[in-house]
């Protein structure tokens, strides 16, 4: 078992969807057109320092905001800022019914996000 005292705890998830009209114009991915941009900013805040993920870049942001919000978010707050450990242990959690898409997408975005604040925390750049 790994010693996770040195290691400050999570305190909060949060998730934010970015949209960006493109008026008459649109999108193009190899199965379909977009009439806008999306993206899904996540936020992992541990004490006064703050990381920032992004995910759901595949489809629609929603469903992706929504396992973060509702499922994932409140199986991390309170663990410690430990990327690889806390995505290991998402992708267990979530490996019957989560190996790809929505849950991939979602995990990916609170890893990027863990990093980023593990290396503010740690004043290092990732």
Known sequence: MQNT??????DTVEVFILRAPL??????????S?????SLLVKITSGDTHGW???G???????????????????IIGK???????????????RDFGQRGTYVEAISGIDV?????LGKKLGVPV
């Open 5 to 10: 005292e040195y290691y400050d705890k999570i």
């Open 23 to 32: 008026g008459k114009a649109k999108f193009w991915s190899s199965q379909s």
């Open 34 to 38: 977009f009439p806008e941009r999306n």
């Open 53 to 55: 993920g992004e995910a």
């Open 57 to 75: 870049q595949y489809g629609p942001p929603e469903p992706v905001a929504a396992a973060i919000e509702h499922v994932l978010a409140k199986r």
């Open 80 to 94: 410690s800022v430990q990327p690889t450990v806390v995505s290991e242990e998402l992708y267990a959690f979530s």
């Open 113 to 117: 996000a863990l990093w980023d604040l």
